[in-house]
């Protein structure tokens, strides 16, 4: 083996044998995390209605007897509405190749999320650009979430459609792409003023029972090379009243969805979570800005599974999301970022924490 792992029962024995320490650590595996996207029973926050996909717009442009001739199978019809380009170029591709209807984005005064610019008017500050804010459905003022403002109107992305839903089913499925937190040095878990918040990325599938719900308090190892965890970017944090909410600070995490690795980077991270009464599980909010140019690359990395480019145009999402990004301005004050919210359930877990190998051990 490239190292060895400690077992779960050595580390819970090695706590128990040193009285000194009352702190304990707590593990969690990560089992969802999707967007966070204010949807209402009728489509409020979509006015205009859903936006159409490639496939669509090809069609729309398609003259009457060129549409009635139209013989060609599904999957030549597929990759005929994403090679439209004025060159023949794949819209997915060469986003800028084409000029798609502009990105009807979604509307309305409220949205999940945070507040992540200290600012509730939607002003530019030194970290952000001028955009519109939410509130929170609890009444929060100040929400940023210009990934629902993008994408909500987006029906693959929203909670029905299948693109976070099919890379939800491969994660469940596979094991790839899995969070692993570790909640460190909890001397009460209803109230703890200093704890440490660490993110991993798991090596082990989901434990689940008969009806495919994923067991508690099963066993997941940390991703490493000779002991060291590619992963394991740390936040300081509290408990109060049994939730546990974070410090703020660029965090890694693993990504696998739609047959894509990614290593997301979520700048000015932070997680609020809700243990559960009797430990074994947790839920709520993740927060942080996105990358502009990594979002639509993931997008346009769609490309391999033809039908997932149908149901969104891809030029329309690349030029909205250099409009609608609101953080990180660059030299020329343009923001290179999107804030974005996540729902996040995750359920106890016994995190194996990787060894050194030694020249003794590889032998």
């Not at 549409?67 to 005929?80: D, G, I, K, N």
């Not at 001028?130 to 029906?155: I, K, Y």
């Not at 947790?282 to 480019?309: D, E």
């Not at 609608?324 to 290179?336: E, S, V």
């Amino acid at each position: 083996m490239a190292f060895r792992l400690l077992t779960s029962s050595v580390l819970i024995a090695g706590a128990l044998s040193n009285p000194a320490s009352a702190a304990e650590t707590l593990g969690f595996v990560v089992t969802r995390w999707f967007s966070a996207f204010h949807e209402t029973k009728f489509m409020d926050e979509c006015p205009e209605g859903l936006n159409p996909g490639n496939k669509d717009i090809w069609n729309a442009r398609l003259s009457p007897a060129a549409r009635r001739a139209q013989t060609l199978v599904p999957a030549t019809e597929m990759r005929a509405a994403n090679f439209r380009g004025r060159n023949g170029e794949d819209v997915c591709v060469v986003p800028t190749s084409v000029d798609d209807p502009p990105l009807k984005p979604a509307e309305g005064k409220y949205s999940f999320g945070m507040n992540l610019d200290g600012n509730s008017d939607g002003a530019a500050t030194p970290k952000s650009c001028r955009h519109d804010n939410f509130t929170s459905p609890a009444g929060e003022t100040g929400v940023d979430n210009q990934m629902f403002r993008l994408m909500g109107c987006v029906g693959a992305w929203r909670s029905d459609g299948h693109i976070e839903n099919n890379a939800h089913s491969h994660r469940m499925s596979n094991g790839l792409g899995m969070i692993l937190i570790e909640i460190d040095g909890v001397d009460d878990r209803r109230n703890d003023d200093d704890v440490r918040i660490v993110f991993y990325r798991g090596t082990d599938p989901f434990t689940l029972d008969a009806a495919g719900r994923v067991l508690p308090y099963s066993s997941y190892g940390i991703d490493a090379e000779n002991g060291v965890p590619r992963y394991g970017d740390t936040l300081k944090g509290k408990i109060v009243d049994g939730v546990v909410t974070s410090d703020v600070g660029d965090v890694h995490l693993p990504f696998f969805g739609n047959y894509q690795y990614d290593n997301q980077l979520l700048r000015e991270m932070r997680l609020s979570l809700e243990l559960s009464a009797d430990g074994a599980g947790a839920k709520g909010l993740a927060a942080g800005y996105v990358n502009v140019t990594q979002f639509t690359n993931y997008v346009s990395g769609m490309l391999g599974a033809f039908p997932n480019t149908q149901q969104f145009s891809c030029p329309a999402i690349y030029k909205a999301a250099h409009e609608l990004a609101d953080g990180h301005p660059d030299k020329d004050g343009n923001c290179t970022t999107l804030s974005a919210a996540y729902k996040v359930e995750a359920v106890a877990a016994f995190i194996n924490r990787p060894q050194r190998q030694t020249a003794e051990a590889t032998r």
